[in-house]
């Protein structure tokens, strides 16, 4: 989607959380999003097998800044704990998540 079509700060962040859910679905994930104002995580997805990863999705236009995601946003201690995964859709329809998924039978790491 152009950028010029997607008007305000509010509108990206809607427009990037539904773009996240529809390409994790395509991906096999069941989605919910998050309705908590003010939790560490937009969208919680579910494999077939039961293993749930949680997103803080992000929307952002490069405009001659760098291209590295950390650049943008770095996880919260919170979100660090949660390992919450960092989903960015940026102006040109790329997508990046950090920490990468496997699939959707990604399994938790072992301890």
């Given at each position: 989607m152009?950028?010029?079509?997607?008007?305000?700060?509010?509108?990206?962040g809607?427009?990037?959380?539904?773009f996240?859910?529809?390409?994790?679905?395509?991906?096999?994930y069941y989605?919910?999003?998050?309705?908590?104002?003010?939790?560490?995580?937009?969208?919680?997805?579910?494999?077939?097998s039961?293993?749930?990863?949680?997103?803080d999705?992000?929307y952002?236009?490069?405009k001659?800044?760098?291209?590295?995601?950390?650049?943008?946003?770095?996880?919260?201690?919170?979100q660090?704990v949660?390992?919450?995964?960092l989903f960015?859709?940026?102006?040109?329809?790329?997508?990046?998540?950090?920490?990468p998924?496997?699939g959707?039978?990604?399994?938790?790491e072992?301890?």
């Amino acid at each position: 989607m152009p950028e010029s079509q997607i008007l305000g700060k509010q509108e990206r962040g809607a427009w990037a959380e539904v773009f996240a859910a529809q390409w994790l679905i395509e991906r096999g994930y069941y989605v919910s999003r998050n309705i908590a104002h003010a939790a560490p995580f937009d969208l919680v997805a579910t494999s077939q097998s039961g293993h749930v990863v949680l997103f803080d999705v992000k929307y952002v236009s490069y405009k001659g800044r760098r291209r590295d995601v950390t650049t943008y946003r770095v996880l919260s201690p919170l979100q660090k704990v949660m390992k919450v995964h960092l989903f960015v859709i940026d102006n040109e329809g790329l997508v990046s998540v950090d920490p990468p998924l496997n699939g959707p039978e990604e399994e938790p790491e072992s301890k």
